[in-house]
């Protein structure tokens, strides 16, 4: 049975996306590919009001993230971690051999500066942390951070997850100066998953050349050298990339503002609605505009979800730390307000029959 998904992710992916990738295959190589590339990676800088280099491998978003680490950090970084994908991103540095100085802010909680006060030492090369927390539900303040670690260090990197905010908040890209921000395309961008996508520094490349055992797939300099000729390094996934070069022109046609409003729009729903149960589980001012992360309290999930299921509809469950006490609605990518009251609504009805 086919389910509208209001999932964290694979987000639903509407027909027309569909459509646009089930274009002719081309090689990769050829003028055809050049073409596309090139327009994506125009399009992408004006969406997020960046000049960086973007940078795209097949694979989800956490091969960028592995790229970052390898690339960036020689030794030893700083880890802010306030759920299980902060979680995610130091293991993924412990695994490649980094030595991690871990930052943990309490699940539910917004990253801010004075988390790190202090923290930021000579031998500090990056500083990595995700914008939105996917298990949570948390928004945080990544520019005011940047600047907290630019206070203290002009060295260190700043690697910032943004896998579930990118092209749905709006993350100041100029402002914030990150040297690697990561995202991909199953979420906001409302694409299958497949390709993962990096805005990257003269910074990190610099940094880069000094770093050895940076591999092969994720080797930025490698990356670079070929994406200044609108080539990927390794087969990319073209059909997938037709998909983003048609989600671009949409998002550029919506605008951005109106899309950070319709985000907004669609959050401001779920946490009116989440009155009817437990409420949010993230504190007033930090909770994300693509992910509502709802106290479960006594309710059977299993049960309502089923019902939800019937019905033509798909959440998410917890997830990590949380997961047995909330569960998650996604509202991110085409979705829009009107769908959202239909889901709500429909969730109204489960909940009178749960009675």
């Given at each position: 049975?086919?389910?509208?998904?209001?999932?964290?992710?694979?987000?639903?992916?509407?027909?027309?996306?569909?459509?646009?990738?089930?274009?002719?295959?081309?090689?990769?190589?050829?003028?055809?590919?050049?073409?596309?590339?090139?327009?994506?990676?125009?399009?992408?800088?004006?969406?997020?009001?960046?000049?960086?280099?973007?940078?795209?491998?097949?694979?989800?978003?956490?091969?960028?993230?592995?790229?970052?680490?390898?690339?960036?950090?020689?030794?030893?970084?700083?880890?802010?971690?306030?759920?299980?994908?902060?979680?995610?991103?130091?293991?993924?540095?412990?695994?490649?051999?980094?030595?991690?100085?871990?930052?943990?802010?309490?699940?539910?909680?917004?990253?801010?500066?004075?988390?790190?006060?202090?923290?930021?030492?000579?031998?500090?090369?990056?500083?990595?942390?995700?914008?939105?927390?996917?298990?949570?539900?948390?928004?945080?303040?990544?520019?005011?951070?940047?600047?907290?670690?630019?206070?203290?260090?002009?060295?260190?990197?700043?690697?910032?997850?943004?896998?579930?905010?990118?092209?749905?908040?709006?993350?100041?890209?100029?402002?914030?100066?990150?040297?690697?921000?990561?995202?991909?395309?199953?979420?906001?961008?409302?694409?299958?998953?497949?390709?993962?996508?990096?805005?990257?520094?003269?910074?990190?490349?610099?940094?880069?050349?000094?770093?050895?055992?940076?591999?092969?797939?994720?080797?930025?300099?490698?990356?670079?050298?070929?994406s200044d000729d609108n080539y990927a390094l390794t087969t990319p996934p073209v059909s997938l990339m037709y998909g983003l070069d048609f989600q671009l022109?949409?998002?550029?046609?919506?605008?951005?503002?109106?899309?950070?409003?319709r985000h907004q729009e669609m959050a401001d729903l779920v946490r009116a609605w989440s009155g009817k149960l437990n409420g949010m589980f993230p504190d007033?001012?930090?909770?994300?505009?693509?992910?509502?992360?709802?106290?479960?309290?006594?309710?059977?999930?299993?049960?309502?979800?089923?019902?939800?299921?019937?019905?033509?509809?798909?959440?998410?469950?917890?997830?990590?730390?949380?997961?047995?006490?909330?569960?998650?609605?996604?509202?991110?990518?085409?979705?829009?307000?009107?769908?959202?009251?239909?889901?709500?609504?429909?969730?109204?009805?489960?909940?009178?029959?749960?009675?």
């Amino acid at each position: 049975m086919s389910r509208e998904l209001f999932t964290v992710g694979p987000v639903n992916v509407e027909p027309e996306a569909l459509q646009a990738m089930a274009r002719p295959m081309i090689t990769h190589r050829s003028k055809e590919y050049k073409k596309l590339h090139e327009g994506i990676v125009e399009k992408t800088r004006k969406a997020l009001g960046t000049d960086m280099d973007v940078f795209m491998v097949s694979g989800s978003a956490t091969v960028m993230i592995e790229g970052a680490v390898r690339n960036g950090i020689a030794g030893r970084s700083l880890g802010i971690t306030g759920g299980s994908f902060g979680d995610r991103s130091i293991e993924v540095a412990q695994l490649n051999g980094k030595n991690v100085d871990k930052v943990e802010v309490p699940m539910g909680k917004g990253i801010r500066p004075e988390h790190i006060e202090g923290r930021v030492k000579k031998d500090i090369e990056a500083v990595h942390w995700v914008s939105n927390e996917s298990s949570t539900g948390v928004f945080s303040d990544s520019t005011a951070i940047a600047d907290e670690v630019r206070r203290q260090s002009s060295d260190a990197l700043v690697v910032v997850d943004a896998v579930t905010s990118a092209f749905a908040m709006d993350l100041e890209v100029e402002k914030m100066g990150p040297d690697a921000l990561i995202f991909g395309t199953q979420k906001a961008l409302a694409l299958p998953p497949g390709l993962g996508i990096m805005l990257c520094s003269e910074k990190m490349l610099k940094k880069a050349a000094t770093v050895s055992n940076r591999g092969f797939y994720t080797d930025l300099l490698k990356i670079k050298k070929q994406s200044d000729d609108n080539y990927a390094l390794t087969t990319p996934p073209v059909s997938l990339m037709y998909g983003l070069d048609f989600q671009l022109d949409k998002a550029l046609a919506e605008g951005m503002p109106a899309r950070y409003r319709r985000h907004q729009e669609m959050a401001d729903l779920v946490r009116a609605w989440s009155g009817k149960l437990n409420g949010m589980f993230p504190d007033k001012g930090v909770q994300s505009n693509t992910i509502g992360v709802l106290n479960r309290g006594a309710l059977d999930f299993d049960k309502f979800h089923a019902s939800l299921k019937s019905r033509g509809y798909e959440i998410s469950n917890g997830y990590g730390g949380v997961k047995e006490k909330t569960f998650r609605i996604g509202h991110m990518g085409d979705l829009t307000t009107d769908r959202v009251k239909r889901l709500l609504s429909a969730m109204d009805e489960i909940l009178e029959e749960m009675k």
